[in-house]
């Protein structure tokens, strides 16, 4: 990348309740139904006795035409598969969970002829918090979210329903090394913008038009130091109230949808 940047950045902190799942799971009507839609490798369903009503239909509907497993249990079984109660009586098992490449992500930018937008989810642990960043970041038409292989939630159940069934729309792939993944965006011409609270100039000032990857730090601890010195610019959200911090899911989609609005997307 060249010398010439963009002029540049109160950034990310989150309240966190740890929800260890396990990945492979879909919990809940809404994450079951798009992951039907959107094609996903469904090894089998499991529902409740008891819920045979509303959009469980047509979920059933959808996996009879797919020819994908049914079976009826009891609602301790689907507590014990999903790792949360809140499964709305029915759960489907994934064949795997399907991580990309950040070339892929990258890639689909260039098929669509679009200016590539990456969030980066740093260490991100409340898998409520990283299903929201995956939802908001499919809703602001980002190409891919990445988040690292060994620290942070990966795409549990609890993180497939909160995203709203997003995580089967959206490119996501898994980085050893978050550090390096920042390098390999940066050698595709993205410039990398890290939301943080200690960042003197504000996210309003800055020009966020052309290819943007977006950092956002995990909850409490912010950006990594060396993910923050890795960023070409820090920028912050400025903040009028007494509490310092917003909720890593709320700076993200704030800062998503201020290039939205700078791109001038319709």
């Known amino acids: 990348m060249d010398a010439k940047r963009p002029a540049a950045g109160r950034g990310t902190r989150a309240d966190t309740a740890v929800n ?17 839609k959107g094609g996903a490798a469904i090894e089998k369903i499991y529902v409740s006795k008891t819920e045979k009503e509303g959009s ?32 709305q009586g029915i759960a489907a098992t994934l064949q795997q969970t399907e991580y990309c490449e950040i070339a892929d992500i990258l890639a689909l930018a260039r098929e669509r002829g679009e200016t590539p937008l990456v969030v980066i989810a740093d260490e991100i642990e409340d898998p409520y918090n990283l299903g929201a960043i995956i939802r908001t970041a499919e809703c602001a038409g980002a190409h891919g979210v990445i988040i690292p292989k060994h620290r942070g939630t990966g795409v549990t159940p609890a993180v497939t329903k909160a995203s709203a069934g997003a995580v089967f729309h959206m490119k996501i792939a898994k980085a050893v090394n978050l550090a390096q993944a920042l390098d390999e965006l940066k050698q595709g011409g993205l410039w990398v913008y890290g939301a943080d609270g200690g960042a003197e100039r504000s996210l309003y000032e800055t020009d966020l ?10 909850e409490g601890r912010g950006i990594g130091r060396l993910l923050r010195e890795k960023c070409d610019f820090l920028v912050s959200i400025p903040l009028g109230g007494r509490v310092n911090s917003l909720n890593a899911s709320v700076a993200a989609g704030i800062v998503l949808f201020e290039i939205v609005r700078q791109r001038g997307v319709k």
């Open 20 to 36: 260890q799942t396990r990945e492979g799971v879909i919990a809940g009507r809404n994450g079951v139904l798009e992951a039907l």
């Open 56 to 87: 469980i239909i047509r979920i059933l509907a959808l996996a009879r035409e797919r020819r994908i497993v049914v079976a009826e249990c009891d609602r301790v079984k689907l507590d014990f598969l999903c790792g949360i109660k809140t499964h």
């Open 209 to 218: 038009s052309g290819p943007a990857a977006v950092v956002i730090g995990s």
